[in-house]
């Protein structure tokens, strides 16, 4: 369906308003019962206050059909069509007068609507194609999991449309026995289902000064759900790894150009050997209990606990093992901690989360009472469960927080403190975690040049009256 743009305009001494009959054949042509029988959808309609002019906001599949539907309104006096588009598909497509986001060779997902998704789930929008969007924190608020409709987007190129009937997964490479696999063949293996913390490696970039390039995500490219699927153990037990092999590289449908390569690429990403046997890998087909939405790599993606968001592929396709390390673009150019060292540049990738707290109660700009107040977040870590988790209050000594429920391995710990606020006025709330591997968090971010990895201190300033 297209969006269109209607003016009308008549002259004053014909406005057919002041014909009862006129009016009233009008009326009943703008009707709702008429304008599905003419194939029109009427999102909106103004009058300008004394001009004798209609404007109009209608969807329709070709403009033709919009044109037929106002020969009424033509012969009263002038029509004006316009193709239109929503701000979100402006956006999505690059400005007022690019073409809208197309790749012929793969069926995709239509920018502008994930967008509208997103935006009506109460995300925050950074870039509208590809999408990418964070978890507001007061939707942080609440149980175990974040619904899936909340949950963060990170996305590379368009959302890729895969029809689960035609979906296979390749295991090939240093294998006994390749195989191919259908969804429903995946299925029939043993499933697991696992609660996981999923990062963005760039979360907190905001913070970095000097500023680097990339998404400046604040504090919401996290959220935890329930993930279920087939330990990718299982498969390749199945398949037989072969000798020699080193690596298990993943490929996801999405692919699309960056920077410095003159060829499309696939998203692509791997993992040792070793780790992917003792990190309790999982190829997921659900999310909270259903299937796993598109935007979050329908119909599987690879589920990496513990590791920084971007290990966990979306859309996978293709699991090969290899002999030798993998050097692709999301591999050795992106998602590595880069810095300037004293003789030559320091460079390695970026794996584990680290440590981290987050307030998520009460919010930045707040105005709470003074007195008792509650003090509530989440914390987690990629090295190890968390084992404390400190607040401070305007820079006084650390006081611990109580753990909520039982330590969990691989997702996020509630905790909140229960304190008091003697004074009035501004009051500086901060959180300190540290995990059972003896780790905890920097007083200032680490500048990297990608800006990977802050998880420094987080502070919250709110109003005592």
């Not at 539907?69 to 956006?91: D, H, I, K, N, Q």
């Not at 029809?163 to 390749?178: K, Y």
């Not at 191919?180 to 697991?192: F, K």
Request: contains cysteine; charged residues 25%.
């Amino acid at each position: 369906m297209g969006l269109f743009i209607v003016r009308h305009e008549h002259r004053a001494d014909h406005c057919p308003a002041t014909d009862p009959a006129m009016g009233a054949l009008l009326l009943n042509h703008l009707s709702r019962v008429n304008t599905r029988r003419h194939g029109i959808d009427i999102h909106g309609e103004a009058v300008a206050q004394g001009a004798h002019a209609l404007y109009m906001i209608v969807s329709a599949d070709a403009e033709d059909r919009v044109r037929h539907f106002l020969e009424p309104f033509a012969r009263a006096g002038t029509v004006e069509v316009l193709p239109a588009s929503t701000c979100a598909g402006v956006v999505a497509s690059g400005g007022c007068a690019a073409l809208p986001v197309t790749d012929p060779g793969t069926p995709a997902a239509d920018p502008e609507e994930v967008c509208q998704d997103a935006m009506e789930a109460g995300l925050v929008v950074h870039r509208a194609h590809p999408l990418n969007g964070e978890t507001s924190i007061p939707a942080l608020l609440g149980g175990v999991v974040m619904p899936n409709a909340h949950f963060y987007v990170r996305n590379h190129f368009q959302i890729p449309l895969l029809d689960p009937s035609a979906w296979r997964l390749e295991v090939v490479g240093r294998v006994e026995r390749p195989l191919r696999l259908t969804l429903g063949e995946l299925r029939a293996y043993r499933s697991q289902s696992t609660v996981v913390t999923m990062e963005c490696a760039g979360n907190g970039r905001f913070l970095l000064d000097p500023a680097v390039p990339g998404e400046q995500w604040r504090h919401g490219a996290v959220s935890t759900a329930e993930w279920t699927g087939v330990p990718l153990a299982e498969v390749l037990d199945r398949v037989g790894v072969g000798t020699g092999a080193r690596e298990v590289v993943f490929r996801g449908a999405d692919h699309g150009t960056v920077d410095g390569r003159a060829d499309p690429i696939r998203f692509e990403r791997s993992l040792a050997l070793d780790v992917v046997r003792e990190a309790g890998v999982l190829l997921a087909y659900a999310m909270n209990g259903e299937p796993i939405p598109r935007r979050h790599g329908y119909p599987v993606r690879l589920v990496v606990p513990d590791w920084y968001g971007v290990a966990s592929v979306k859309w996978l396709t293709e699991i090969e093992l290899t002999d030798r390390p993998f050097e692709g673009y999301f591999q050795t150019e992106k998602y590595r901690y880069e810095w300037n060292g004293a003789d030559r540049p320091r460079s390695e990738p970026v794996t584990l989360q680290r440590v981290r707290a987050l307030i998520t109660d009460p919010a930045p700009d707040d105005e709470v009472d003074p007195g008792e107040l509650t003090v509530r977040g989440v914390a987690w870590s990629g090295a190890a469960a968390i084992d404390r988790v400190e607040v401070s209050i305007d820079a006084r000594p650390w006081q611990e927080a109580r753990l909520v429920g039982e330590r969990r391995r691989h997702s996020w710990q509630w905790w909140e403190l229960r304190t008091r606020l003697e004074a009035t006025g501004a009051v500086s709330l901060r959180a300190r975690a540290t995990d059972l591997a003896g780790r905890s968090q920097p007083e200032r971010p680490e500048w990297n040049r990608l800006g990977y990895g802050n998880n420094a201190i987080q502070e919250v300033l709110v109003t005592a009256r």
